[in-house]
């Protein structure tokens, strides 16, 4: 790690400006923060998920997606400490490249953190149906797919739980992150014990090379594209995101710039380790009678006990029933803690998209005593029960949002790249090392997963963004925004080229479906991505045509005078010049 000397902001000492919000948030409770949103409903589904997409080879996958959100991981640490604010991911690109790509990736930002609550309230309630009294709030999965949809009464208990979401964010940020050390502390220590007990008492070695083997059938294209697929379809980035949170909690850390990047290392490293152990003992703890039964990994999907609660049904049948039920209590715990801290970050990232200038003002506004951004959580909540209607299923949700995070995502390697031209000076907690090469390929990786979550997601996601740049035009013709916007085109002249690359390449793509769970849309109703571009040859456009983007935009990014303009509200005219 590479250290830099640099001021501790605390209020307005040390040339940060402070932004209006209590700054109470220790280095554990921004680790927390990220780690609990990295351990949710992603581990309790994700291991049986990506074993029904690639078989036994999905432990490939886990390692391939950690490397990745690694390196975007250390992008953000970097980031992180140079811009210690409020809602950081929606703004990196604003102070690099202007309003239009700040109001691209900003939305996209929003997003996903305003649909990942739905997503662990689905699956809080999921397992609240195994008892008895609760087993009408779930209807069971169809044959074939892996998880079912809510009822009406799983709707109310939906919004209930949000509810509660917001009644915690109100009461403070100091409360919230005090409630979720604890509870991310229960996070990280019970799928610990899961891992050591099952890697103890049942490891049935021999399953690697049951079901039909390591491989996917098909070739060895076949099993590159079912890896490949899994990382977003079968929820492996999905569940490994969140090391972003400590990031949008800057404006609230006590001293973000020796922190930051300490949270967001640690995070993702705790992460990863904890999930690739959980595939692995997961794979060798099923029963070889059950895998002998169903002769293929695809058809575990068949398994509805299996689908409603894997790790639950596997340590049931492992007689391991006091571990099981443990589990079902951190069913609840465990996607509930995710949304609570989602919620948070989504409330934080509309606070700074008010600051941008994008959305009504209002959802900027704080509470006089508390500091927190009321109007943005209750928003917030709200849109993230809208998703709820059209896709009320885990597995309907985790390709939307995954997409959608790891867009924002890619828009910190290029303002990192136009940074270290336009800022090299500024002081930097965290410097990364390479950053010349890793912020490129930072890039690419991005664009990779995103390719790989089908056309039908990147199709829908361009719609939405579509919504987005509607409401921003809504608030600035009506006024909700007194402040003025300066679409700064010279800057941003690689927005529409990128995103409609990123269409069109999907589009004559190999990936057309998204999801691997058997959802609504199957393969023969997808208009796109049905392989008119050849496989491997498909990732090489898009890795050149990604770096094409990336130097493109870096070459283009704003002046210095320019970027001190937009980091006013940041650094004081004195610490700009240091």
């Known amino acids: 790690m590479a250290v830099t000397e640099a001021p501790t902001p605390t209020g307005t000492s040390g040339g940060v400006v402070d932004e209006g919000l209590n700054r109470h948030v220790g280095l554990l409770g921004l680790m927390w923060a990220s780690e609990g949103s990295i351990i949710g409903s992603g581990w309790l589904f994700g291991a049986l998920a990506a074993l029904i997409a690639a078989g036994p080879s999905a432990l490939l996958g886990w390692i391939l997606a950690s490397i990745i959100v690694i390196v975007l991981a250390l992008v953000h640490a970097e980031l992180g400490g140079l811009f210690p604010v409020t809602g950081g991911t929606s703004r990196y690109p604003h102070y690099a490249f202007g309003n239009l790509a700040g109001a691209t990736f900003g939305w996209f930002a929003y997003i996903q953190a305003a649909t990942v609550a739905p997503i662990e309230v689905l699956a809080t309630i999921q397992y609240f149906s195994i008892v008895g009294w609760a087993r009408s709030w779930y209807k069971p999965p169809a044959p074939g797919a892996l998880l079912g949809t809510l009822s009406g009464w799983g709707i109310f208990a939906a919004v209930v739980l949000m509810i509660f979401f917001v009644i915690v964010n109100l009461v403070g940020i100091r409360w919230l992150a005090n409630l979720n050390s604890g509870i991310t502390t229960w996070k990280v220590l019970i799928p610990a014990i899961v891992i050591i007990a099952l890697a103890s008492t049942h490891f049935h070695g021999g399953n690697f090379s049951a079901g039909g083997g390591f491989w996917h059938p098909g070739g060895n294209n076949a099993a590159a594209q079912a890896i490949f697929k899994a990382l977003p379809g079968a929820g492996i980035v999905f569940a490994l995101l969140g090391f972003e949170q400590a990031v949008q909690l800057g404006g609230e850390s006590a001293n973000p710039q020796r922190d930051l990047p300490r949270a967001v290392i640690g995070s993702i490293l705790i992460g990863a380790v904890l999930y690739i152990l959980l595939q692995l003992v997961f794979i060798a703890g099923l029963n070889p009678a059950t895998i002998a039964h169903y002769h293929t990994w695809t058809h575990l999907a068949d398994d509805t006990t299996l689908g409603a609660g894997p790790f639950y049904t596997l340590l049931k049948v492992a007689g391991l029933a006091w571990l099981a039920w443990i589990i079902r209590i951190d069913a609840v715990i465990s996607p509930g803690g995710t949304g609570l801290i989602y919620l948070t970050s989504a409330s934080r990232l509309s606070f700074g998209l008010s600051k941008n200038g994008y959305v009504p003002r209002q959802l900027e506004a704080t509470h006089p005593r508390t500091k927190i951004p009321a109007v943005g959580v209750i928003v917030s909540a709200i849109v993230g029960l809208l998703f709820l209607l059209p896709f009320p ?26 940074f270290r031209k336009s ?14 090469v890793l912020a490129p390929v930072a890039f690419v990786l991005a664009n990779f997963i995103v390719y790989w979550s089908g056309w039908n997601t990147v199709s829908l996601l361009m719609a939405v963004l579509l919504v987005g740049y509607l409401i921003i035009a809504l608030s600035v013709s009506l006024g909700l925004n007194d402040t003025v916007l300066r679409i700064d085109w010279g800057a941003a002249i690689w927005i529409f080229p990128y995103l409609i690359g990123m269409t069109l390449i999907s589009y004559f793509g190999n990936f057309g479906t998204g999801g691997i769970f058997g959802l609504s849309v199957t393969a023969k109703d997808v208009i796109g991505g049905q392989g008119d571009l050849p496989f491997w040859w498909d990732l090489l456009v898009l890795g050149v045509f990604s770096l094409a983007i990336y130097f493109l935009a870096v070459w283009r990014a704003l002046p210095t005078e320019q970027v001190d303009e937009y980091i006013s509200d940041v650094y004081t005219p004195e610490l700009q010049s240091h």
């Not at 885990?394 to 790891?406: P, Y």
Request: glycine content about 10%; hydrophobic content about 50%; cysteine-free.
């Open 423 to 436: 800022k090299p000076h500024l002081p930097r907690s965290y410097k990364l090392p390479g950053a010349a």
């Open 393 to 418: 299923s885990w597995a309907s949700l985790v390709d939307i949002v995954t997409g959608a995070s790891v867009l924002m995502y890619a828009g910190a390697p290029l303002a990192l790249g136009a």
